[in-house]
């Protein structure tokens, strides 16, 4: 009885002192990959290693609390950010350098994280918070990305209302679709991908992503929707689906929609022939955020002209 109870002693004190080592004010709570992790009391200094976390914080008005940023972020955001701020590349980054940093938190997506290990594994040792946001395949779950970056960096009202704004934008999208007749609803090929000699397929999304979600948020049909996921096609498989329209956000060609027009053997597709084959924004469209509403309206025009033509017309 009396090993019992000295052995109830120590567990009792070890517990004690673990318990000592947090903070009182420290809260555990998961990230988006599931992790447990524990928020800082204040967040005065953040490094985010995505561009669209980068894009909600300074939406939430904390761009002079970012001190460093992944290299994309640093490019696309450079005027919105202080001068100073330092850049890694999210795939390698400095871990040491970012230690030195000693931010309250950094936000990771899980582009750091495709070859298997965590690329912040040292940052992680460093008892620096690091949370874990992968790219969301659904307009929820954006949402739910926004709350959980307001929640971490204490501006949950700014989360709030991004997030309403969202919702709203989407509802109203929604209304306009609810008009369009079924027998009038356009299949929607969306090539994030040209095919080339060298790679003769088309980089596409499936259903269970979010733009298979805008696509059917608008009121069309996503031709490649029996397929899950971010998918490649082949063209001879993508000429077989006949789209009405083609929408495409590649960027690394001057003028995608000319080239996808001059495709060989293309010429008998409906959105060829028609002449129904779109450029919309790349960045608006690829990160999952609260803007891809932008690149879903942008969408909604080029595919129903008419039906959205005075959409967002009364608002501010």
Same mark, same amino acid.
């Given at each position: 009885? %009396? $090993?019992?109870?000295?052995?109830?002693?120590?567990?009792?004190?070890?517990?004690?002192?673990?318990? &000592?080592?947090?903070?009182? *004010?420290? #809260?555990?709570?998961?990230?988006?990959?599931?992790?447990?992790?524990?928020?800082? #009391?204040?967040? /005065?200094?953040?490094? *985010?290693?995505?561009? *669209?976390?980068?894009?909600?914080?300074?939406?939430?008005?904390?761009?002079?609390?970012?001190?460093?940023?992944?290299?994309?972020?640093?490019?696309?955001?450079?005027?919105?950010? /202080?001068?100073?701020?330092?850049?890694?590349?999210?795939?390698?980054?400095?871990?040491?350098? $970012?230690?030195?940093?000693?931010?309250?938190?950094?936000?990771?997506?899980?582009?750091?994280?495709? #070859? @298997?290990?965590?690329?912040?594994?040292?940052?992680?040792? &460093?008892?620096?918070?690091? &949370?874990?946001?992968?790219?969301?395949?659904?307009? %929820?779950?954006?949402? %739910?990305?926004?709350?959980?970056?307001?929640?971490?960096?204490?501006?949950?009202?700014?989360?709030?209302?991004?997030?309403?704004?969202?919702?709203?934008? $989407?509802?109203?999208? %929604?209304?306009?679709?609810? !008009?369009?007749?079924?027998?009038?609803?356009?299949?929607?090929?969306?090539?994030? =991908?040209?095919?080339?000699?060298?790679?003769?397929?088309?980089?596409?999304?499936?259903?269970?992503?979010?733009?298979?979600?805008?696509?059917?948020?608008?009121?069309?049909?996503?031709? !490649?929707?029996?397929? #899950?996921?971010?998918?490649?096609?082949?063209?001879?498989?993508?000429?077989?689906?006949?789209?009405?329209?083609?929408?495409? /956000?590649?960027?690394?060609?001057?003028?995608?929609? =000319?080239?996808?027009?001059?495709?060989? @053997?293309?010429?008998?597709?409906?959105?060829?022939?028609?002449?129904? +084959?779109? *450029?919309?924004? !790349?960045? !608006? =469209?690829?990160?999952?955020?609260?803007?891809? +509403?932008?690149?879903?309206?942008?969408?909604?025009?080029?595919?129903?002209?008419?039906?959205?033509? /005075?959409?967002?017309?009364?608002?501010?």
């Amino acid at each position: 009885m %009396k $090993i019992k109870k000295l052995c109830s002693f120590l567990l009792a004190a070890v517990l004690c002192c673990s318990m &000592a080592m947090v903070p009182a *004010s420290a #809260k555990s709570v998961k990230d988006r990959s599931g992790n447990t992790i524990v928020l800082p #009391k204040e967040v /005065n200094t953040i490094v *985010s290693m995505a561009p *669209s976390t980068t894009q909600v914080l300074i939406d939430m008005g904390l761009a002079d609390k970012i001190v460093a940023v992944d290299t994309n972020s640093k490019e696309d955001f450079a005027s919105q950010l /202080n001068a100073d701020v330092q850049s890694f590349d999210m795939m390698n980054p400095d871990n040491e350098a $970012i230690v030195a940093l000693d931010p309250d938190i950094v936000f990771t997506s899980g582009m750091s994280s495709t #070859k @298997g290990d965590d690329a912040f594994q040292a940052v992680r040792d &460093a008892d620096i918070c690091v &949370a874990d946001i992968p790219s969301s395949t659904s307009l %929820k779950g954006i949402e %739910k990305d926004i709350t959980f970056i307001g929640r971490c960096v204490k501006e949950k009202d700014e989360a709030e209302d991004i997030v309403d704004d969202m919702e709203d934008e $989407i509802e109203d999208i %929604k209304d306009v679709a609810k !008009t369009i007749k079924k027998s009038d609803r356009k299949t929607v090929l969306f090539e994030l =991908s040209l095919p080339s000699d060298d790679s003769p397929t088309i980089y596409t999304a499936g259903k269970k992503t979010y733009i298979d979600e805008m696509i059917t948020t608008i009121g069309a049909k996503n031709a !490649t929707h029996s397929q #899950k996921g971010w998918i490649s096609v082949s063209e001879e498989e993508a000429v077989a689906m006949d789209p009405d329209v083609i929408i495409t /956000n590649v960027d690394y060609t001057d003028d995608p929609v =000319s080239t996808i027009l001059a495709d060989d @053997g293309w010429q008998d597709v409906e959105a060829i022939v028609k002449k129904q +084959v779109y *450029s919309i924004d !790349t960045d !608006t =469209s690829s990160r999952p955020n609260q803007h891809v +509403v932008d690149a879903m309206i942008e969408m909604a025009k080029d595919v129903y002209p008419e039906e959205y033509a /005075n959409f967002g017309d009364d608002e501010d």
